[in-house]
């Protein structure tokens, strides 16, 4: 069956560094992947979209990749901040040709002053 | 910044009543969703919504379930009899077009006791 995996255990790192979040899928080709980041009681807020045939996506201090061989995203924030602290959800479009992305569970990070 | 907005914030209701879930779209988008997220799950999606009917939906969305666009600006979930099950986080989105980016609102908690 079609899976999104997000690291279930939260992330803790220190103020400054860089934050790596890993979305792993199986048994689909997605046409694209998106990240979000969902604040506590909150509604997701679209960050990033990158298609099947980019290799990486920029934006700000966000970095993402798209390794569609190793079925994988890497999500990266630079210079991380304690206002970056959020869970941050993996979403794919699992159906194909459809624009209704499936979620997964997220994973939470936390930056430490 | 234009926002999707949504009403109550919170509702709380006895099982097997009738609620109606309210929101506001961004102005001149023309697809409306929407999602529910119970407590420390994922974030699943219920049913999209163009022009006056709906294009897709979940096995999640059942007979319960309802959507409408009763005027220009409104859009509206309405589970008919509420289940203890129906308890979570109801999210409405919106996108301008037929796109893989969608903005969400802030959400409605809904308690059923």
């Known amino acids: 069956s079609q899976k999104i995996e997000q690291n279930s255990e939260a992330l803790n790192i220190q103020e400054g560094k860089t934050a790596t979040l890993t979305c792993n899928y199986t048994?689909?080709?997605?046409?694209?992947l998106q990240w979000y980041r969902q604040d506590p009681g909150r509604g997701p807020v679209f960050l990033l979209l990158i298609r099947e045939n980019e290799k990486e996506k920029r934006k700000e201090r966000l970095k993402v990749t798209f390794d569609t061989t190793l079925k994988q995203s890497l999500f990266h924030i630079t210079a991380s901040q304690p206002a970056d602290s959020a869970t941050y959800l993996c979403?794919?479009?699992?159906?194909?040709?459809?624009?209704?992305?499936?979620f997964g569970r997220g994973t939470s990070l936390i930056v430490h002053p | 910044e234009p926002e999707v907005t949504q009403t109550p914030s919170h509702q709380v209701t006895q099982m097997g009543q009738e609620v109606i879930l309210r929101c506001v779209p961004i102005s001149n988008h023309l697809y409306f969703y929407w999602y529910r997220q119970i407590l420390g799950q994922k974030v699943e999606f219920l049913v999209s919504f163009y022009n006056n009917e709906i294009s897709e939906k979940s096995e999640i969305f059942d007979d319960q379930f309802s959507v409408e666009r009763p005027d220009g600006s409104n859009f509206t979930l309405k589970i008919r009899s509420t289940k203890l099950e129906d308890s979570a986080m109801y999210f409405c989105?919106?996108?301008?077009?037929?796109?893989?980016?969608?903005?969400f609102g802030p959400g409605t908690r809904l308690t059923v006791l």
């Open positions: 989105a919106s996108s301008p077009e037929n796109t893989d980016t969608q903005y």
């Open positions: 979403a794919l479009d699992m159906k194909g040709g459809s624009y209704i992305p499936t």
């Open positions: 048994n689909y080709s997605p046409a694209y």
